[in-house]
């Protein structure tokens, strides 16, 4: 019989962090297969536990929503926590409103759905926002409620096989053949708008903002120089009920609206100057293109507005293409 002996002598204090660091592992690992067992969809209660997960993921308060999500989960959750909070028809496309104002809660807002209905999200499309914060994970999700909403205006149930990950921040949200469409957030409401396209000779994009929101430290004359060409600046239209401030805010929006529309064709960044905006008091907006680089073959275009709660304005633009 072979014994070894090693020549360490281990005092009292250190037996005792060792198995008390044993113990510890010991413990953690029972409760997260506890908890995994637990978190099983049969039972309609998901965490978003990861094959790392630590203690601290378990519980679910981790401080940067890191969602590594499980492969025993599975893809459909319904949600309920998102609110309807207006549908608008503009640049005939159909506009939905959705509204988030409480405080992300992962166990209340996942319930299992093995049906599938309209308001849905998919862990493909979670997964693309992954360690984002809090507030951008609640305006990711509502814009993807708000545009499945959409769908469901149009009877369009076939949209629910159809996933819509993020490929990145500029890029457009991803649409079935024969559909255009844009998202846009603000103060955890998110707006979607959907048209039918089947001809593929449009672009739409949408876009919202506050009324008054500019930033303290940027003063109002510096925000009108930063988003408007010389010839702007000498012609601010008056528009009823708004102040020019407010005027110049949603000169701004609809600027916004419009480059989501000619993004996928240039695929590039557009600067503010590089498009003229005059809003008018009927709803509607003149346009003109100053593109430095590129052009846009198009044949006509419809720019609404419309002032949302009295506190939202939500621009619309439809970019008919030759």
Known sequence: MLSISIGVKLSTPYIFVIITFAWILIAETMLVRSFRKFCHPKFGFHL???????LRAIVG???NMNLALDN?????????????IGSIDMCGAHIEVVSSKDSLNLSQLWSHSDEGSLGEVYK?????????SENALNDFIAGRVAVRRCFGHFNYKEALKWHMPRASKQSPIILPPG?????SHKDRIAVAGLKENK????????????????????SKEKFRERISTKHELEILPKIDGLTEDETARLRFSMKEAVYKSIYPILQRYVGFKEVEVYPKSNG???VNFRLQNGTIEHVGYKAEWILFQEQYFITA?????S
């Open 48 to 54: 978003f536990l990861g094959r790392n997960a630590n």
């Open 61 to 63: 308060i981790t401080q």
């Open 72 to 84: 025993n989960v599975q893809s459909k959750f319904t949600l309920e926590h998102y609110q309807s």
């Open 124 to 132: 493909n499309e979670i997964a693309s926002v992954d360690g984002s």
């Open 179 to 183: 559909w255009i469409g844009s998202i």
């Open 199 to 218: 001809r593929s000779t449009s672009n739409f994009g949408i876009d919202i903002e506050k009324k008054l929101s500019l930033n303290s430290y940027v």
């Open 284 to 286: 509607t907006a003149q």
């Open 317 to 321: 633009f439809l970019l008919q293409i």
